[in-house]
């Protein structure tokens, strides 16, 4: 099982809708979870984190986090074209080493939002 | 303004020949880290340094070196050991690793490729 996991996509979604980004991960004892935005040729843009159970909200993106299911989703609300980019869900937990955190890629799910 | 420098934008090797990446960041940041990411794929750690004149290897280590011989830099070296080295690479840094609310940010990236 690969230890995160995301749809590939591409997801399309027409302009002003709502994007709806998932990711599952498979170790337990993972703790905090990020969202990073990756447009085509550019590098990785932090856009939110969530640490706990429940919804976190900052203007048009939500993350969603539920532990006991193992899963983490992003919502885009009012996409808009700009919005149109790969979305890397990473992973944090400590490492097997035991001196440092370790973060997790999953391979990222390409969004197309169309005007 | 802060940020993360990595230098060349665009590299080329030729066969037999090491080359070295360039990372500078003036973040005052204790944690860096050296990610190479293939067409389709996430992000796979090749060298982590929790602090100067310290560095551990990642998940695909072969083939590289590291050195942090100061805070703000995080130089990688592509050797000709390492056989297929044509990708994206991408130097982050965080605060800390040792803490779960630190996210890593990350430079423009490099792109090798092989000639």
């Known amino acids: 099982q690969k230890e995160v996991e995301q749809n590939s996509g591409p997801l399309s979604v027409p302009e002003g809708a709502i994007a709806s980004l998932n990711c599952t991960y498979s170790d337990r004892v993972s703790q905090s979870f990020f969202w990073y935005r990756q447009y085509s040729g550019k590098s990785p843009e932090l856009i939110m984190s969530i640490y706990s159970n429940g919804d976190k909200e900052d203007g048009r993106f939500t993350a969603q986090l539920n532990k006991a299911s193992q899963y983490v989703s992003l919502l885009i609300r009012d996409s808009q074209p700009s919005d149109s980019a790969t979305y890397l869900c990473?992973?944090?937990?400590w490492g097997s080493g035991g001196s440092n955190y370790k973060l997790t890629f999953g391979k990222g799910t390409l969004l197309t939002v169309n005007p | 303004d802060g940020g993360i420098t990595q230098s060349p934008k665009y590299l080329f090797r030729k066969e037999g020949q090491n080359v070295t990446l360039s990372c500078e960041q003036n973040l005052n940041h204790d944690a860096m880290y050296w990610y190479r990411q293939d067409p389709g794929q996430g992000l796979r750690l090749i060298y982590y340094s929790q602090i100067v004149n310290d560095f551990q290897k990642g998940d695909i280590a072969e083939g590289y070196s590291v050195s942090r011989e100061k805070k703000e830099s995080f130089p990688l070296t592509v050797t000709s050991a390492q056989k297929n080295p044509t990708a994206f690479y991408l130097c982050a840094s965080s605060l800390t690793g040792h803490r779960l609310d630190q996210p890593q940010h990350f430079g423009d990236g490099t792109r090798l490729s092989i000639l």
């Open positions: 990473a992973v944090n937990r």
